[in-house]
């Protein structure tokens, strides 16, 4: 049984880089998630915080799952899945200045066709202030301008890359406790939640409307605990706090360093340890 697959033959063995820039984004973690993955083979992988994907683009599973509940990075990865010409087409049409920058921010994107509303979303992110996406309480994108020279929205190379990577895949909008209707024995799931805050004032806000409080993260320890009994290999990221640890106690955990990417203060963004939270060794 293969975990692994090759789709990118004729590209000089180029592997797919995550299209979006996303906050607790894990390309830097990579190398010491390495030791971490499971060593045994397993047929299915899921991911239900799939943002960027730094993950699954480094594994490139079989087969897998990718679930979020961000409405407009579902919308993305399926367009660059099933509709990539089209989209390369309209991202050539985007603008880098100010002002084209806010009217398409304040386009509702709902009033778009999903290619169009694709591309306002890979614009808006790499375009944005420091690549990011984040919304109100109303569900609006507030990230103002970035003011790059010349940010690649429209990278041809790379999206037919992820599209290639996509095509093995079902996307999925949803809770991550949907990962439970598709989780059996010999699956590989990466959870990735929002981050218990290290302080009151650390936590980020916000990718989608509603916020990641709690909660929700023993919410989701009580899904860590089902996908265990039912046969699952689970590997969850999570900040370094007393309450997580407390809350997978028995479990194997691991620290890992990562410099924080996103604070408004340059002096708050050296290294920090995160936990990595396994039900295997």
């Known amino acids: 049984m293969i975990n692994y697959y090759d789709p990118f033959v004729g590209t000089k063995n180029k592997k797919p880089k995550p299209p979006v820039k996303w906050a607790g984004g894990k390309n830097q973690l990579i190398p010491q998630f390495e030791p971490l993955f499971p060593k045994q083979t397993y047929e299915l992988y899921i991911e239900p915080f799939v943002g960027g994907g730094a993950v699954f683009f480094h594994l ?86 970035g003011r790059y020279k010349n ?3 429209a ?7 992820v599209s290639a990577a996509l095509q093995q895949t079902e996307i ?11 989780a059996k024995r010999n699956c590989f799931l990466y959870l990735d939640p929002p981050y218990h805050p290290l302080s009151v004032t650390s936590s980020f806000t916000s990718y989608t409307a509603s916020a990641f409080g709690e909660e929700d993260q023993r919410r989701l320890a009580e899904v860590f ?4 009994a ?26 890992v360093y990562a410099r924080r990417a996103i604070n408004c203060r340059a002096e708050g963004r050296g290294p920090i340890t995160e936990l990595v939270i396994r039900n295997y060794c």
């Open 172 to 182: 999925v909008f949803g809770d991550f406790s949907s990962a439970l209707g598709y």
């Open 155 to 161: 990278d041809e190379e790379n999206l037919r890359l």
């Open 60 to 145: 490139l599973p079989a087969r897998a799952v990718l679930i979020d509940n961000n409405p407009e990075l579902i919308n993305f990865y399926r367009v660059v899945k099933e509709n990539l010409e089209p989209l390369l087409n309209d991202l050539h049409k985007h603008r880098n200045t100010a002002e084209y920058y806010y009217r398409l921010r304040s386009i509702d994107p709902e009033n778009l066709d999903q290619v169009s509303r694709a591309s306002r979303f890979l614009y808006l992110n790499k375009t944005g202030y420091n690549g990011l996406w984040r919304v109100n309480k109303k569900g609006k994108h507030n990230v103002p301008f």
């Open 151 to 153: 940010p690649k929205y």
């Open 230 to 255: 039912k046969g699952c290999l689970v590997m969850l990221s999570n900040s370094d706090t007393p309450f997580i640890r407390k809350l997978y106690e028995g479990y194997d955990v691991q620290a």
């Open 225 to 228: 605990r089902q996908l265990d």
